[in-house]
């Protein structure tokens, strides 16, 4: 059987003491090896076993999305508070919102879980929790001077 571009990732696991072959695009398609070489090389026979077993079944083959392209943009819908809280810190920042949120989003990588969950792997760089702190504490600042003109308004209707 032809296999498919899939994305293989690999990590070590220090419970196992092997390297851990995952393909996010099968849910449950993972296996080991020694080496990473043998990870890799175990990993398509696993890709090749488990496309085999939906064909048999009578299941859809997944298409691949590692190989599929990409335009680069995609629309995201934020609450008000979370853009402005960004718009702030990209200013504080010196860099435009678009270049904030690239570097918040590749510093954050997203994997997709066995599950078909989204998670982010904790992996950030010490940039990336600085930026999130900044996000953080300029949201609190914001809720802060917002309750505060609530409580201004009240007490001058009063």
Aim: glycine letters at 4%.
């Amino acid at each position: 059987m032809k296999v498919k571009h899939y994305e293989i990732k690999i990590s070590w696991s220090d419970e196992d003491h092997c390297f851990i072959a995952r393909v996010p695009e099968l849910p449950g398609c993972m296996t080991d090896g020694e080496t990473e070489e043998e990870a890799l090389r175990n990993a398509k026979e696993a890709i090749c076993s488990y496309l085999e077993a939906l064909k048999s079944e009578g299941k859809a083959i997944p298409p691949s999305i590692s190989s599929k392209s990409f335009s680069g943009t995609f629309p995201i819908r934020i609450t008000p508070e979370l853009h402005r809280s960004l718009a702030i810190t990209a200013a504080l920042e010196k860099i435009s919102l678009n270049k904030l949120i690239v570097k918040i989003v590749s510093e954050n990588i997203v994997s997709v879980s066995e599950s078909g969950n989204i998670r982010t792997i904790v992996n950030m760089t010490s940039d990336a929790k600085a930026t999130n702190t900044k996000i953080q504490k300029t949201s609190r600042v914001d809720l802060m001077h917002t309750s505060e003109r609530k409580q201004r308004r009240k007490t001058q209707s009063a």
